[in-house]
């Protein structure tokens, strides 16, 4: 079992920046895949970026890229979402989560174990 705890959530302008972390309660977190979810109002959840066990490979959202960049410190056993240059359309909650069984990295929600509550993140206009 992991527990995931989500942080660094709030009310941004756009084109102002955030950094979301992701800190799992168990140790070895490198043996997991990890994933950046978001969430909208009436919309479903869809990947936002995810990062390999070892951080060798990574993927990113057609909307994202240049923008956000995942990163993990497995000595530390957490995920960061560095997200720059934010729109109005970033609005969401965002969701890390933890895959366990996938080689490298997965693109689906549904290939993930382990869930995090969730942090809001903003951006007015």
């Known amino acids: 079992q992991v527990q995931l705890v989500e942080s660094g959530g709030g009310l941004v302008q756009a084109g102002g920046s955030l950094r979301l972390s992701c800190a799992a309660s168990r140790r070895a977190l490198s043996t997991y895949a990890m994933g950046w979810f978001r969430q909208a109002p009436g919309k479903e959840r869809d990947i936002v970026t995810a990062?390999?066990?070892?951080?060798?490979?990574?993927y990113y959202a057609d909307s994202v890229k240049g923008r956000f960049t995942i990163s993990r410190d497995n000595a530390k056993n957490t995920v960061y979402l560095q997200m720059n240059s934010l729109k109005p359309e970033d609005t969401a909650v965002y969701y890390c989560?933890?895959?366990?069984?996938?080689?490298?990295?997965?693109?689906?929600?549904?290939?993930?174990?382990?869930w995090g509550q969730g942090t809001q993140v903003t951006v007015s206009s």
């Open positions: 989560a933890a895959d366990a069984r996938s080689f490298g990295y997965s693109v689906s929600s549904y290939s993930y174990d382990y």
């Open positions: 990062i390999s066990q070892s951080g060798d490979r990574t």
